[in-house]
């Protein structure tokens, strides 16, 4: 009898239906979003619909992979938490031969498009985001030290780079400013996320840092960060990179960004820091989107 009894019974469309939520959709929309900006900053007029095309798919792609492999890494460690439990491999809706299979077939793909229909350094650059998220971050970090989110986010931050690169096929500091902005962002969106689920990290044995230094300590470093956020999210506008447009939004979303976090601060309410956690995303999206909008429409 196979170890998967859902997985073989499920009708194909349910079987490809649990693949794509293996490659966490939401998660990397926001991964593609990022880097698709990335290739409208880096260009003066509008970059070719088919290099975006391409560049999206083909980073899309891997981004979905390292998102499967992901989950295949940690499924037992999803299998006791009641926010990833429900996830394709705990309850069997694919088998593992499957999702390594998916994992493999999108990554190749996805590279694949990235070196022949892009260019080679958007593809080198790619495989090392993958690498880092999949591997250094999943088995090395996340495991082992509560610093896991901080150093594990310069994977997270890499997509809008890979964007630019993708333009471009260089990596120009203007870049390496939106990979600032993310990097910085990552631990506090995910702190937020570890003090409400705290409890189920500890049980876990994900050492978070709520769980290894204490919910108080974790409230300080979101403030810590939050402050960082917001003074890093002007360079783009000190270095001359974008305009007052851009700047607005960056001093109004970290004016938000910043009172989530005084809040969560002193009012230590699991219903704050989910509140903390989902503005953090709408947050993330909206400087991007503000990066967009000042690019095209300058003013002053």
Request: with cysteine.
């Amino acid at each position: 009898m196979s170890a998967y009894p859902h997985a073989a019974q499920a009708a194909p469309s349910m079987r490809l239906e649990a693949l794509l939520r293996l490659g966490k959709p939401r998660v990397v929309s926001l991964i593609v979003f990022t880097a698709v900006i990335g290739m409208f900053l880096a260009t003066p007029g509008l970059p070719s619909p088919t290099l975006v095309l391409c560049a999206t798919v083909g980073i899309g792609l891997v981004a979905t992979a390292a998102a499967a492999l992901n989950c295949i890494l940690e499924r037992r460690i999803d299998s006791v938490m009641a926010r990833t439990r429900a996830r394709p491999l705990p309850r069997s809706e694919v088998s593992l031969p499957s999702a390594l299979a998916f994992a493999a077939v999108t990554c190749f793909a996805g590279l694949a498009t990235l070196y022949f229909l892009v260019n080679p350094i958007t593809m080198w650059l790619t495989l090392a985001t993958f690498m880092g998220y999949a591997i250094v971050y999943t088995v090395l970090l996340k495991p082992l030290t509560p610093q896991n989110i901080v150093i594990g986010g310069a994977s997270g931050a890499m997509p809008p780079v890979l964007g630019w690169a993708a333009a471009t096929g260089t990596v120009a500091p203007e870049a390496l400013l939106l990979f600032l902005i993310i990097f910085v962002w990552t631990p506090p969106h995910f702190w937020a996320l570890a003090l409400y689920r705290k409890n189920e990290y500890a049980n876990a044995g994900i050492p978070m840092l709520p769980v290894t230094h204490g919910a108080g300590l974790t409230r300080y470093f979101i403030v810590l960060y939050s402050v960082a956020l917001v003074a890093v999210s002007v360079l783009p506008y000190a270095t001359g990179g974008a305009g007052v447009i851009y700047l607005a939004a960056a001093l109004v979303l970290g004016g938000r960004f910043l009172m989530h976090a005084w809040h969560l601060a002193r009012q230590p309410r699991d219903s704050h820091a989910l509140r903390a956690f989902r503005f953090s995303i709408t947050y993330l999206a909206l400087i991007f989107a503000a990066l967009m909008i000042d690019h095209y429409v300058p003013i002053g």
